[in-house]
């Protein structure tokens, strides 16, 4: 007979639990805005090498695509304003939108925790969406 391995059905719901991100509101929101200021840091200190290791996969490879150069580079060269102190932070299950006194960053949460998905962000009228100066597909 062949052996099937037996779960704890409380051990199984705290895996979901921490897979699925179901931290509190304000631990995602801190771990989001801590992924901005990493990112911010990083980029106005001259360190465009680590600002690139906070960017989601795809927005990533976007910008390296259209710069035609890689990340550090091409990071270096867009027009991301430097943010200044974090307003407001929104969490909507696995995506946050963190705004900060001058510019709106898009994050996702991944499995090594928030990325950035869109940087350099401003709103725009008529109800379209932002436009962002560093963004994923």
């Given at each position: ?135 994923g597909e």
């Amino acid at each position: 007979m062949p052996h099937r391995p037996f779960l704890c059905p409380a051990a199984a719901a705290a895996g979901l639990l921490l897979l699925s991100g179901c931290a509190s509101v304000t631990e995602r929101e801190s771990a989001a805005s801590g992924a901005v200021e990493r990112f911010e840091a990083a980029l106005r200190s001259g360190q465009a090498e680590r600002a690139c290791a906070v960017l989601a996969p795809g927005t990533l490879e976007e910008l390296e695509d259209s710069a035609k150069r890689a990340c550090p580079a091409a990071l270096s060269a867009a027009e991301v304003p430097a943010g200044g102190a974090v307003e407001r932070v929104d969490v909507y299950g696995r995506q946050a939108r963190v705004v900060l006194l001058h510019d709106t960053l898009f994050l996702s949460v991944f499995p090594d925790g928030w990325r950035i998905t869109a940087a350099g962000c401003e709103p725009r009228t008529g109800g379209l969406p932002y436009s962002c100066e560093v963004k994923g597909e």
